[in-house]
């Protein structure tokens, strides 16, 4: 049975345990801490990285999360709670539901978010090009609106981009469309593809002969749903085709510099960081 005298003590030792935890939960412990960030780092290559790139500059998948303006979070808190629990809706998988790398302490999610503020560029970044001959490109002479929407505005066959400048980089936009097969790769998961779907492309040869070409929009074991070029949707039985194939190769033509000369790809790069920053 304690004394007075202790279990005084043990109250005195509760709460302020109690608000050191409070506290944790309120800011970031290791806010500026050089070490810190340097064990976050090692943390964000193997749970953050495969989506964002590393550096944290951003992936074919995840944001750019060295600007200082995001999109999500703007208090280390707020960075937190993302980080546990993902964006329902998105690709952000809750901690530890990935399947890249394991679950991470509360610990460890501190320090990765000590290590991405310490990689924020804190400057306004310029901008990569005309961001109003841009659009007047996307909807016009480049084509791209024939696939890609924007606001509801534009093409279903591919994906849809009003928010992809807010989410990757210039580099990494310009290098889908120079090598649009590029990161088409086999085995991963839903979470960590470059879109929700692959968009790879997929050709099937029906009983009669007739060839449909396209990307998959739904497969299990049984059916496939192909959206042809035309928009149009096919629901094949599998056991009635002649034959699948699946290739890795993107429906996406390859834009090289005779197509789309650089200057032209950086203005259609400045208007969708435009639309992306929105």
């Not at 980089?169 to 692959?198: C, Y």
Request: with cysteine; glycine share 10%.
């Amino acid at each position: 049975m304690l004394v007075p005298s202790c279990r005084k003590a043990v109250v005195v030792w509760i709460a302020l345990s109690s608000g050191i935890l409070r506290a944790a939960q309120d800011r970031n412990p290791f806010a500026g801490d050089p070490r810190a960030a340097k064990a976050g780092e090692y943390e964000f290559r193997i749970n953050c990285a495969l989506c964002h790139g590393l550096g944290a500059r951003g992936g074919g998948r995840g944001p750019d999360l060295t600007r200082a303006q995001k999109k999500f979070a703007h208090s280390d808190v707020e960075m937190f709670q993302i980080i546990s629990n993902g964006i329902a809706g998105t690709a952000m998988p809750a901690n530890g539901t990935n399947g890249q790398g394991v679950g991470m302490t509360d610990e460890e999610i501190w320090q990765i978010i000590t290590y991405i503020r310490s990689q924020e560029v804190k400057t306004k970044a310029t901008s990569v090009g005309d961001a109003a001959h841009g659009k007047s490109l996307f909807y016009g002479d480049a084509n791209c609106s024939l696939c890609h929407m924007i606001n509801g505005k534009g093409g279903r066959f591919g994906p849809e981009l009003t928010s992809v400048g807010g989410a990757r980089t210039p580099a990494a936009i310009i290098d889908s469309v120079r090598h649009p097969s590029h990161r088409l790769a086999w085995g991963l998961t839903e979470a960590t593809k470059e879109f929700p779907q692959e968009y790879e492309t997929v050709t099937a040869v029906t009983a009669d002969g007739k060839e449909i070409k396209g990307v998959t929009l739904n497969e299990d074991s049984f059916s496939v749903q192909i959206m042809d070029q035309s928009e149009k949707i096919h629901l094949l039985r599998k056991d009635r085709l002649r034959s699948f194939h699946e290739s890795r190769e993107s429906a996406m033509p390859q834009y090289g510099t005779d197509v789309l000369s650089d200057k032209d790809l950086n203005d259609i790069v400045a208007f969708l960081i435009s639309v992306g920053a929105k």
